[in-house]
């Protein structure tokens, strides 16, 4: 009895430090850059998540405001950042927008204003600002045309999304 007391004992405690040694070694990968898969599932789960939200902002086509429709929205995607804080990734605000009583000068100067009310927002969240960065962009031929629905060129359109960049690791 007391063989099979010590046997189990002596498994337990190699099986406690193995599951502690693989943990070290998890998170000393993710400091030195071994574990690069690992960060590329993060950011491919952060922009998935990101995405979402995206997807259902909604815009004013004269407006570099932001309506308070879209807080729900704005704040689950401050919560992606925020659970990623620690691979710091970069995320650049992309707005797509297309007015067609609007010259290409004066759109693009609306989409930038507009990606940069995006930035403030998140800045105000609490996310550092030296990882946001803003993009307008007024290009019409941006957007997606479905076949069955072309784009109607007496319409106003706009999108909005975030990539994210992997910094580089530090070694």
Known sequence: MKKII?????????LVVGAIAYQIYLNDSRLTGRDWD???????????????FASGLRFEADSTVIPAVNYPALDSMVLVMKYHECD?????INVLH???????EEEQVHAQNL??????YFTEAGIVPRLLTA??????????????EPLDPSK????????IELPPLKR
């Open 88 to 92: 710091s990734f970069l995320y650049t």
């Open 135 to 148: 993009k307008g962009t007024s290009e019409k031929a941006q957007f997606y045309v479905d076949e069955d």
């Open 156 to 163: 106003p359109y706009h999108d909005m999304y975030i990539r």
């Open 98 to 104: 297309y007015h067609p009583e609007r010259n290409e």
């Open 115 to 120: 990606a940069e009310s995006f930035k403030q």
């Open 6 to 14: 010590v046997i189990t004992l002596i498994t337990l405690t190699v």
């Open 38 to 52: 690992g960060r590329i599932i993060d950011k491919m789960d952060a922009e998935s998540r990101m995405g979402y």
